[in-house]
């Protein structure tokens, strides 16, 4: 999960300079060797994107794995609420998952510019949640707990304001939609499941609700900083 907030690390990094990117991207790269080293016996990294290339090509290959996010919006008005394979060609070899690359991309370079010109913590907490909102509102092949990590950074926001409204606020919001996705996604019982249906109206509800938290999140992270 740690490759959604790829773009706030890489903008802090960046921050500091050239040499301060080659210090941490080093360190990074040291921890990612003695992490890998335990499980070099049993195929190492080469099994790891093999198993990647699996799930991603053969398993998970669908729009949303019930993550109420612009693509559930899609499965609901065309399919009513089931998957839709990711591959589906858009225009030449073009499909669904690289256009979900090419927006989260542009977005999560958006969103790192922002945290550059900007080298505060605050910013940097905002980038993250950003960064997390982004990969779960435009990737495929999204969880519908893929959103979790933001609702941790949000919490480093609460005493601060966002405009006139509090992030405690913003906060509270994301929380209530985001559970109500994990409990319709995968009910605790038939009864509650019957109450909160994953499709149909709660669920474009739930996904429009989501799609309009990511972009004030976003554009709070690419605010130009104020004196």
């Known amino acids: 999960m740690a490759w959604f907030w790829a773009s706030g690390y890489a903008a802090g990094g960046l921050r500091g300079g050239v040499r301060e990117l080659a210090r941490t991207g080093t360190v990074g790269l040291a921890a990612l060797v003695v992490l890998w080293l335990p499980f070099i016996p049993a195929g190492g990294p080469l099994d790891y994107l093999a198993n990647l290339s699996t799930y991603q090509g053969e398993i998970f290959n669908v729009l949303s794995l019930r993550a109420w996010n612009a693509w559930w919006l899609l499965q609901e008005t065309a399919a009513g609420g089931n998957f839709i394979a990711d591959d589906i060609a858009l225009a030449g070899p073009i499909t669904f998952r690289h256009l979900g690359f090419a927006v989260t991309g542009l977005l999560s370079l958006v969103v790192a510019?922002?945290?550059?010109?900007?080298?505060?913590p605050r910013t940097l907490f905002v980038?993250?949640?950003?960064?997390?909102?982004?990969?779960?509102?435009?990737?495929?092949?999204?969880?519908?707990?893929?959103?979790?990590?933001t609702l941790l950074f949000l919490i480093l926001l609460l005493p601060q304001r966002i405009g006139r409204l509090s992030w405690a606020?913003?906060?509270?919001?994301?929380?209530?939609?985001?559970?109500?996705?994990?409990?319709?996604?995968i009910p605790p019982s038939p009864e509650i499941g019957a109450l909160l249906p994953i499709a149909g109206a709660l669920g474009v509800v739930g996904s429009v609700g989501l799609i309009a938290l990511t972009v004030v999140v976003v554009r709070s992270a690419t605010r130009p900083p104020t004196a």
């Open 113 to 120: 510019a922002g945290i550059i010109r900007d080298p505060r």
């Open 127 to 149: 980038g993250l949640a950003a960064s997390v909102l982004t990969f779960f509102t435009f990737m495929t092949q999204m969880h519908e707990r893929y959103a979790y990590a």
């Open 169 to 185: 606020w913003l906060w509270l919001a994301f929380a209530v939609v985001f559970s109500l996705n994990l409990v319709a996604a």
